[in-house]
């Protein structure tokens, strides 16, 4: 099979924080002025992508890991994942600040969900002026202390916050509080996982006037009390090369800003490779083919390529490994 580079349809979710971004920044089909997320890359269970390009344009995700397990995964990522597609890609836009929550580790979510846990890292593509996150804690707390804020809604005083602007990026482990402010557009990779506890919503209703479900009690045992300053991610940005961002067990991240083509030897990855784009385009190409990415678009490079070539003047782009 010809596992050219592969782009797939953007699965769209409104949120109550969302906002018009995804459509006014990166041009995805919108039709909600409330759309938070675009999922681009997922095999979660009722929401799984579909190709967007080329002779394999409509087979599903799964359905390519099914039939080509290796050449589209690899052989390592196989062996450890099996046929689950390990990691979640998406671009969200929060017009309004997202719910406080927090993720359990592999352990805990395997235990209560049957689920992976959920470890992500965030780069920031847009911010407003003044735009924040909220990432862990501003010193230790103790459960109790932690209990007692929720209990007299005094949460958002033990809480820290982080200015960003374009750039930024931040590594988000499980176990650590945090939420994303208004006004940011950022690309998000993750465990593929969508165990969330959420502990605090600013006491908003949805259009049916409800408020939203809590996961106080969950979240007790789940939660990091520490206060780390391990979350913003240094990296250099040599242009025309490869800047590591994140590694970790879950996936490794490079920045690479580019101005002339670049052809990289893929043999000894083993791994699907994944062009998230963040500025400027590119084309992306491998022996079997080549396809287009520009800013808020994303392209899966399967693990049988030999190599890949990416021409362009003027691209950002995230590149993900397992």
Same mark, same amino acid.
């Given at each position: ?40 890359? =997922? ?5 799984? =992508? ?20 290796? $050449? ?18 998406? *671009? ?7 719910? !406080? ?5 592999? $352990? ?16 920031? /593509? ?5 735009? +924040? ?10 459960? $109790? ?25 931040? *590594? !988000?482990?499980?176990?650590? /509080? ?21 502990? *605090? ?11 939203? $479900? ?16 391990? *979350? ?59 396809? =287009? ?25 995230? +590149?993900?490994?397992?």
């Amino acid at each position: 099979m010809n596992l050219y580079p592969l782009k797939f349809n953007p699965i769209l979710k409104e949120r109550l924080w969302g906002g018009t971004k995804l459509k006014d920044v990166l041009g995805k089909p919108i039709e909600s002025d409330i759309t938070g997320e675009s999922w681009e890359l =997922s095999a979660v269970e009722g929401d799984v =992508s579909t190709v967007a390009n080329g002779e394999l344009a409509g087979t599903s995700l799964q359905q390519l890991i099914n039939d080509y397990p290796e $050449e589209l995964l690899g052989k390592s990522v196989f062996e450890r994942f099996g046929k689950d597609f390990p990691i979640l890609i998406k *671009f969200i836009d929060a017009k309004q600040d997202l719910s !406080i929550q927090l993720h359990p580790n592999d $352990e805990l979510a395997k235990k209560r969900h049957n689920s992976f846990g959920k470890t992500e890292m965030w780069y920031i /593509m847009d911010a407003d002026p003044g735009a +924040e996150l909220i990432v862990g804690f501003n010193k230790d707390v103790t459960k $109790e202390e932690y209990a007692k804020s929720i209990e007299e809604d005094t949460l958002l005083d033990l809480l820290n916050y982080e200015e960003v602007k374009e750039g930024d990026t931040f *590594f !988000i482990n499980t176990g650590k /509080m945090h939420a994303i402010g208004a006004g940011v557009l950022l690309a998000e990779i993750q465990q593929t996982s969508d165990i969330t506890y959420r502990v *605090f919503d600013f006491n908003r209703r949805d259009k049916n006037g409800n408020m939203r $479900e809590l996961h106080t009690d969950l979240a007790l045992d789940a939660l990091d009390y520490t206060k780390k300053d391990d *979350f913003k991610v240094k990296y250099a940005n040599q242009k025309n090369g490869i800047n590591n961002m994140v590694s970790c067990p879950y996936f490794n991240t490079n920045f690479m800003e580019l101005t002339k083509d670049l052809n990289l030897e893929l043999d000894l990855r083993d791994s699907f490779t994944i062009y998230m784009c963040v500025g400027g385009s590119a084309t992306i190409s491998n022996e079997f083919g080549a396809t =287009s990415i520009k800013n808020g678009e994303t392209v899966l490079v399967p693990a049988k390529s030999k190599s890949v070539n990416i021409s362009t003047t003027s691209a950002k782009l995230l +590149e993900v490994t397992i």
